[in-house]
C-alpha cells in the first residue's frame, strides 16, 4: 500500500524509521478557524486588547500541545521543536477567529503534525472559553499552509483561486 | 464580563469553581470531518476491511486524547470519563470521513470539552497516517452535537435545514 | 516513624491509603514570591497592562500544573481538582511579584500539595519569561497560607507578627 | 520590549526561535531550600540514614521533573537532557535542607530552567512528605547558581559577602 | 463477541461505559518477578541495606507508573486511585526479586490494571539500573493475585499446588 | 560500586551524564509473552483477522510507551526515537502471544530500556482487553534480545540451546 508509510509489509502500524534520514532544517505552517457568534466574537476582540483574554491563553495552549503532538498522535516521532508559535487573526465579516501555527526543527522529520496539533488545541481552547456564551461555535478549515526542509520538497498549499 | 465564565472579574483566567455543583450523569457527542483525496478515500476504506487499519488507530487516538483533555485544554477540570467512543462514517459522496466522539461522565462539569477533543485528535491521527499520498486534506465541521446532564439543561444542535 | 505518614512501618514509602477518609470539601491556599531588579519589576508591571503578559502565561502554567501535581510529586494522589486559581501581586516596595494559588476538591484528601506546585510553576514561568534581563531573581517564601476541609481541621499560617 | 525574548514585536508569547544557534555543551546548576521545624529536620536526618528515606523519594521527583520541564514551563523547549544529579546538604544551624541540581545538554538553548524545576519538585517532594509533621515549613532561595555553555557566556552568582 | 468487552457490536475498540456501576470500593494485588546474576542481586540485597537503593527507585516508579496507567493502557479509565503501594521479597534460592503491587480505589471499575502496570514499571526500573551488570536479566511471572469489589466478585488467584 | 551505573559515588540516583559519548546510531529489541487460555487464544487469533483487534490495539500502545519510556523509568534519558514497531507471534502450541519491540535512534545512549517498555505496554494492554474471559493469564520471559551501536558493543542474547 504505497501511500501508508505508517503500515510496513503485513499492514501493521509502525512509527516510520527515519534514523537515515538527514538531520535538516525544517519549517511547517498549519491553519484554522473557529466560526463564532456575533456575541462572543465582540467579548473576544474586546477581551484582546483590555482583559479577559482568550487569545492569550489559546495561545498557550497551542505552543503547549504541539510540543507533545508525539504524544497525542500515536506514530508522529517524538521532536525537540526549535521553535512554535501561534498567531490569530479576527476576521469580522465571517465572525471567525483564525489561527496560525508555525512550528520549526533541525533534524531528520517534518513538523506539519505539530502545526496542525496546534492550530487545533488554539482553536479548542477558544471554543472552551466561549462556550458558556455559544454552543454553536464550530472549527473549520484546518490544513496545512506550508511545509519545508525534508526530502519531499517544498509544500505551498494552492491559492484557492 | 458575564459570558465569559473562564475569567474572573478582574479579567483573570481561572478554573472554574465547580466543588458546589451537584453530582449527575453528563453526556456530550461532538463531530467533526476530514476531506481527504480519492485515492486516500480508497486507501482508508481498503485499510479498514483488509489491513493497513487508518481508522482503528485513529480511534485509540481519539479514546485516549478525551482522556487527557484537561492537560490540553488548560482550563478544563481534570475529570475521571466513565466512557469514551469514536465512530466513523465514509462519506463517499463528499469523499470525506466523519468523527463522532461520544463521553460520558458522573461528575460537576459537562464533558463536551472531552468530545470536542476526542474528534480533533482521531481526524488528526488519520491526516498523520495519510499526509504522505495528499498533502491538501482538511478537516471541517468540528463542532457540538449533544450535551445533557448538566444545570444548563439539554443541547441539541439544531439540524442545518 | 510517627510523623512521616508517606512511609510503612518498614521505612518505605507509599501511597498513603485513603479509601475510607470520607468525602468532604477541602480547600487550601499557598503563596510565594520572586524577587527580580528594577528593570524586570517594571517590565511585568507595564507588560501587564498593555503587552507583553508576563502574568497571563505564569497564571496558565500555575493552573496547569496544579492539575497534575499528583504527576511531578511521587506520593500525592490523583486528585479531580474542582477549582484552581493564581492571584499576583506587584510589590513595588520590595521589587517581587507575590503569588498565591487556591484549590479546591470535593474528595477524600487535601489539595496543599496543588496549591504549592500550582505557586512553584507560576513564579519558575515568571523566571522563565525574564530570564533575559535578570538571572539573579530568587523565588522565596513558598508556604501554606491555609488548609480546610480534612480530618486535621482548620489551618491558617500565624502571622509573622 | 527588548528584555523580554518570550514575546514577538506584538507583544504575544512565543516559544522562541533557536534552530540557527550552534549545538553546544551546556549545563546548568541552581538551588534552593527549605527550613523545616526541629522534628521534621531530625526525621529527615535519621531517614536518611537508617528507613524513611524522604531525599531518595525526593531526588528522584527532582530528576523527573526536570526531565519534563518543558511540559511545565509553557514556553520552554523540548530538550533531551544528557544528565540530571539532585544533591542535597542537611544545614544544622539553619534547620534546613538545601538542594542543587545540575543539568547538561549538547544542543541549541540553555538548561537553567531545569535545573531551576528540578530543584523546586525535589523541595516540594521533601514538603509533601514531611507535612503530617509541620505545616508551616517554607521552600526559599531557589536561584540559578551556574549557567554555562550559551552565546551569553559564562554565568557564576556572585557571592553575597 | 462475548468476551471481549472493549469492543463494540461492530468489533470497534472502546472506553466500557461504566457510567452506571456502582461506586463501591476496589482493591487488586497483582504480583511479577525479575530474575537476575547473582553479582546484581547481592548488588541490590547490598544496596538496600546501606546505599544504592535500586529497591527505594523502583518502589517511586512503581507507584508514579500506577498512577497513570490510563494514559498508558488505552482502554483503561482514568481513576483516582486511593492507595498504591509496592513490596519487594529477594527470593535467594532463585536469585529473583519479586514485587507486588496493591491499589485500592472507590469507584466505579476495578483497579487490576494499575496493580499490575505499577508491577512491570517497578520491575522495569530495576532492570534499568541493573543493565550495566547484566543484560540478561529476565522478568516473569506477571499476573494478578486478588481483586476485590467489583460486580465480578472477589478472585483469588488459585495457589500453585 | 561499579556495576551500578544509577549511581553516584555516594549511593544516590543520578540520570547519568552521556553528554560526553558520541552520537552514534542505536537498535535495540526487545521480546516477551503472554500465556493466555484457549478462549482468549480463539478470540485474539480470530480478532486479528476480522474484527476485534486486540493485537492492533496492543501495538499502539507499546508504540506510543516506548516513545515515554523516560517519564516512566525514572533515571532514563529522554530520548527522540527514530523508528518504534511492535510485532506480535501468535504461538499455538503454548496458547501465547509473544511481542517483539524494535527501537532506534541516533543519539548518545542505547534504547534498550524503550524496546523492553513498548513490549511490557503491549502485553498489558493485552490482557487489559481479554481480562473480561480469563483473570489467570501470566506475562512471561521479558528479555533483551539484541543491543547495537554503543560503546559496550553488540549483545545478542544468547540461544537457549
Redesign the interface.
Known amino acids: 500500500?504505497s501511500?501508508?508509510?505508517?503500515?510496513?509489509e503485513?499492514?501493521?502500524?509502525?512509527?516510520?524509521?527515519?534514523?537515515d534520514k538527514p538531520v535538516t532544517?525544517r519549517m511547517a505552517a498549519a491553519c484554522?478557524s473557529i466560526r463564532v457568534s456575533r456575541?462572543?466574537f465582540e467579548?473576544i476582540k474586546n477581551?484582546t486588547a483590555?482583559?479577559?483574554?482568550?487569545l492569550?491563553?489559546a495561545?498557550?495552549?497551542g505552543?503547549?500541545?504541539a510540543?507533545?503532538t508525539?504524544?497525542?498522535?500515536?506514530?508522529?516521532?517524538?521532536?525537540?521543536?526549535?521553535?512554535?508559535?501561534?498567531?490569530f487573526t479576527l476576521e469580522e465579516e465571517t465572525l471567525s477567529v483564525e489561527a496560525v501555527c508555525t512550528a520549526?526543527?533541525?533534524?531528520?522529520?517534518g513538523v506539519?503534525?505539530e502545526a496542525?496539533?496546534g492550530v487545533?488545541?488554539a482553536l479548542?481552547?477558544i471554543?472552551?472559553?466561549?462556550?458558556?456564551?455559544?454552543?454553536?461555535?464550530?472549527?473549520?478549515?484546518?490544513?496545512?499552509l506550508e511545509?519545508a526542509g525534508g526530502k519531499s520538497g517544498h509544500?505551498l498549499?494552492?491559492s484557492p483561486f
Open positions: 500500500m501511500g501508508l508509510t505508517h503500515f510496513d503485513k499492514g501493521n502500524a509502525v512509527m516510520v524509521d527515519v534514523t532544517d484554522g456575541e462572543v467579548a477581551g483590555k482583559k479577559g483574554d482568550v492569550g491563553t495561545r498557550i495552549a505552543i503547549m500541545a510540543k507533545k508525539w504524544d497525542i498522535i500515536p506514530l508522529c516521532h517524538p521532536l525537540p521543536l526549535t521553535k512554535v508559535t501561534i498567531d520549526r526543527l533541525s533534524g531528520r522529520t506539519e503534525m496542525l496539533t487545533s488545541a479548542l481552547t471554543y472552551d472559553m466561549c462556550k458558556a456564551m455559544d454552543r454553536g461555535m464550530e472549527i473549520e478549515k484546518i490544513h496545512l511545509k509544500y498549499r494552492p
